[in-house]
């Protein structure tokens, strides 16, 4: 407190000109560090946010990719299993020679070149008995060598083989390892690792082809064959390559459970994930994250597979995002110091004018502020404080001419707005028109018309007349059934609608139309292709603090996800979407819409609202 003192004291005893040179620079150099500090912030959140869009968008993207291809590859062993020959191949005893297996062999290679022959993605794929492994025919079914043949002997002895047949016929997916470890086959150990670490997808084969109208199955007797379908590690390679242009990022693919599937760093494949985000970080369908790995700040991205359940993680060093960033510090820096020391030279200069005719000028501001405009100083000898007067004046002069002139624009403004509500249309002509078309359409015992003209003649009238957001409940239902009669008239004879609202008072207060979207979208869409027999109840009902009402159609209903989709509330547009909003703006947590549907069944749309009179 004393330093603080001596410093106040300090400053009361320096001479004015020091001082306005001390706040002079002081009033530049902060703002300009400020602003430089702000702006290097503001500017890593954008670059990171950013980084954080692209980064989930590009994971989707490669996920959506590589899903088509396994939903692609699970639809051909579907079809696998319907094939007759494939049925016929093995609705036999088992053979007992050599010559009998190589046959076989021929024809399953055949049979699945017919269904992955042109598959350029995977590495091999093969039908697993506990006596042969079929598929290792002549005729080649993949353009990848060489051709690895798994071990029978080894395969149905391996956990892969007890988990696929736990499966029961279901499609598995199964983590990167080596193979030839995994089946026992120490003859390949020293192959290639790019050859030897696969992934896998794998099902029991339960074959029920159906020929000439009739549905045949294997008997019990007959051992059904696994479809082993073997990828190599550098599948998701060619998927992401050229996706990442950042260095060092990388992307990897992991398991639910920690198992590498795919990564960068071969050592890695098949081993867990010693960074262990699959504990932590992959809680959402997608998303990013800022983690740390080896003591260094990374953003990472990721997206789980729809097909395999696995996870696609793209991996951006931090400081590779932000490494153009400490050149722009720099310049901010440079900047503040070179408007620091502009802003000295010119503190100096402005001193010395005004410290000699301050006083006069401080009295003559102190007049003006006062409301005396016609407050004149004489004219400084020197030339800057010459100018300086002289604009005074002239602004002394400006205001008293503004003030004029706003009090002149204003009158202009009123007649402006007079003028404006004499030329605005009268609707009073339109509904004379509609009741003179009424008119005539009983002259000519045209009731349904007239009925129509009447309906539309409240309509225009209500929405008219009335601009207010908030209106009695029986105005806006007069509204709605002019509505339901054109609508029922335009829809003739394929639905009624029937109102049972008497519980609720007609004076309560609701918003504008917040039923009409309702209703029309049951018309438009519910009843579609309803020719007849349809129907809409509109009930309401309310406990003292509530309003409840329901809109019920017994249409063609949607499905779950329609209604999600219909109630996202990331969704642009109108109708059911548009009154959400509006009830929300109007009445934040207290108002409610739900949405109960079943697809042949009808729609149920419920509001709540609070009770307003």
Request: net charge negative; charged share 25%; glycine share 4%.
């Amino acid at each position: 407190m004393a330093f603080f003192r001596r410093l106040n004291d300090r400053l009361i005893q320096m001479k004015m000109r020091s001082k306005l040179i001390l706040f002079f620079v002081l009033l530049i150099s902060l703002p300009s560090a400020i602003n430089g500090f702000i702006s290097y912030k503001a500017s890593t959140d954008i670059i990171v946010n950013n980084a954080r869009d692209s980064i989930e968008e590009i994971v989707r993207k490669n996920n959506a990719v590589t899903d088509i291809i396994f939903r692609h590859i699970e639809e051909r062993t579907i079809s696998l299993i319907s094939d007759p020959d494939l049925f016929a191949l093995f609705d036999r005893p088992r053979p007992q020679s050599d010559q009998e297996l190589v046959q076989m062999d021929r024809k399953a290679t055949a049979i699945l070149n017919k269904y992955f022959g042109h598959e350029q993605d995977l590495y091999t794929a093969q039908l697993v008995t506990s006596y042969f492994s079929f598929g290792s025919g002549n005729a080649p079914y993949t353009t990848n060598s060489p051709f690895v043949s798994v071990s029978h002997e080894g395969f149905v002895q391996s956990s892969i083989y007890r988990e696929v047949t736990e499966r029961r016929g279901s499609l598995i997916w199964i983590p990167t390892y080596d193979l030839t470890r995994a089946y026992n086959q120490s003859q390949l150990y020293s192959m290639d690792p790019k050859f030897r670490l696969v992934f896998s997808s794998a099902r029991v084969i339960n074959c029920s082809p159906i020929i000439d109208g009739v549905s045949y199955t294997w008997p019990q007797t007959v051992e059904r064959p696994v479809l082993l379908i073997n990828f190599n590690e550098d599948f998701y390679s060619k998927v992401v390559e050229q996706s990442l242009l950042v260095d060092d990022a990388y992307f990897y693919v992991v398991s639910k459970s920690g198992l590498i599937v795919t990564h960068p760093d071969i050592a890695k494949l098949g081993t867990r994930d010693s960074n262990g985000w699959f504990k932590t970080e992959f809680t959402a369908a997608s998303g990013t994250s800022l983690v740390e790995e080896n003591g260094e700040d990374v953003l990472i991205g990721y997206d789980i597979s729809q097909v395999t359940d696995w996870v696609t993680v793209a991996v951006v060093p931090y400081k590779q995002l932000i490494r153009n960033l400490p050149t722009v510090r720099y310049m901010d820096l440079m900047t503040a110091a070179a408007m620091t020391i502009v802003a000295i030279f010119i503190a100096f200069m402005i001193s010395d004018w005004l410290t000699k005719p301050i006083k006069k000028l401080l009295v003559a501001i102190q007049l003006t502020g006062a409301g005396d405009f016609n407050t004149k100083i004489k004219e400084h000898s020197q030339f800057e404080f010459r100018i300086l007067i002289k604009k005074f004046n002239q602004m002394n002069e400006r205001i008293q001419g503004l003030i004029k002139e706003n009090y002149e624009s204003t009158l202009r403004e009123k007649e402006a707005e007079i003028m404006a509500l004499n030329l605005q249309l009268n609707p009073h002509f339109l509904y004379n028109t509609l009741n003179i078309i009424n008119w005539m359409a009983i002259d000519r015992d045209e009731k349904e018309i007239s009925k129509m003209i009447v309906s539309l003649s409240t309509m225009l009238q209500f929405t008219v007349n009335n601009k207010q957001e908030i209106v009695p409940l029986r105005d806006d239902l007069e509204w709605l059934r002019s509505y339901t009669h054109i609508m029922e008239n335009r829809y003739d004879g394929v639905f009624k609608v029937v109102y049972e609202l008497d519980d609720i008072p007609g004076d309560c207060k609701v918003p504008k139309l917040f039923l009409q979207p309702i209703v029309e979208n049951a018309i438009i869409h519910g009843f579609e292709s309803l020719e007849q027999g349809g129907f809409i109840r509109i009930s309401g009902e309310h406990d003292g603090e509530r309003l409840r009402f329901v809109v019920h159609d017994n249409g063609k209903g949607m499905s779950a996800l329609q209604v999600q989709s219909l109630l996202a509330s990331e969704r642009a547009g109108i109708g059911v979407q548009n009154v959400a909003k509006r009830i929300r703006l109007l009445y934040g947590d207290a108002a409610k819409l739900d949405i109960k549907s079943e697809e042949g069944t009808g729609t149920a749309v419920t509001i709540i609202i609070p009770l307003v009179r």
